[in-house]
T-cell receptor, first 119, second 114 residues
Framework: AQTVTQSQPEMSVQEAETVTLSCTYDTSESDYYLFWYKQPPSRQMILVIRQEAYKQQNATENRFSVNFQKAAKSFSLKISDSQLGDAAMYFCAYSMLMNYGGSQGNLIFGKGTKLSVKP | EAQVTQNPRYLITVTGKKLTVTCSQNMNHEYMSWYRQDPGLGLRQIYYSMNVEVTDKGDVPEGYKVSRKEKRNFPLILESPSPNQTSLYFC?????????????FGNGTRLTVT
């Protein structure tokens, strides 16, 4: 069975600094998706970034980037120039890649990392 | 506006009193799913549905029921709620296919069972 592990329950960063959130996963599949979701106090689940395992290039979305190490089964999220609005719970998640090319939809989540941003 | 709508947003009930949390999506998505979120445990899948009349258990299905009689609706039923079902619940939908389809989440339902 696939598992996702986030080993940092809480992290803190100074505004404008850079922070990296860790995620490791376990799977026997060779093709899959990995995600980072942000959950602010409003409880919304917001997709931050997505990585296809078959792509070697690390995904980036503005100030958010990932370090995807497939062999090590590691998927960390780097937030650059941290802003007060980045304070939230962050979840790492895994999804199988189906043989028809898309995602089945079922996500396996880590336990989350609560990020605080200090002004 | 494309959205997943859950109701209610907050619900307080007593042990044993049957309740239903509704979920509706207006994107014609085939796939729908329910998750519960608990502190220190992340989100765990309760049930999912790949299409009308097709449902399957997730990781924590005990104490829950679902039905998928229409494509747009996927209600979560607690026949006899217990305090350990106090949680934050999310409904989600997507359209699995040959291209990646993002999972759309509802805004969550905070359930308290006393």
């Amino acid at each position: 069975a696939q598992t996702v592990t986030q080993s940092q329950p809480e992290m803190s960063v100074q505004e404008a600094e850079t922070v990296t959130l860790s995620c490791t996963y376990d799977t026997s599949e060779s093709d899959y998706y990995l995600f980072w979701y942000k959950q602010p106090p409003s409880r919304q689940m917001i997709l931050v970034i997505r990585q296809e395992a078959y792509k070697q290039q690390n995904a980036t979305e503005n100030r958010f980037s990932v370090n995807f190490q497939k062999a090590a089964k590691s998927f960390s999220l780097k937030i650059s120039d941290s802003q007060l609005g980045d304070a939230a719970m962050y979840f790492c998640a895994y999804s199988m890649l189906m043989n028809y090319g898309g995602s089945q939809g079922n996500l396996i989540f880590g336990k989350g990392t609560k990020l605080s941003v200090k002004p | 506006e494309a959205q997943v709508t859950q109701n209610p947003r907050y619900l307080i009930t007593v042990t044993g009193k049957k309740l239903t949390v509704t979920c509706s999506q207006n994107m014609n998505h085939e796939y729908m799913s329910w998750y519960r979120q608990d502190p220190g445990l992340g989100l765990r899948q309760i049930y999912y549905s790949m299409n009308v009349e097709v449902t399957d258990k997730g990781d924590v299905p005990e104490g829950y029921k679902v039905s998928r009689k229409e494509k747009r609706n996927f209600p979560l039923i607690l026949e006899s709620p217990s305090p350990n079902q106090t949680s934050l619940y999310f409904c989600a939908s997507s359209s699995p296919g040959q291209a990646y389809s993002p999972l759309h989440f509802g805004n969550g339902t905070r359930l308290t069972v006393t």
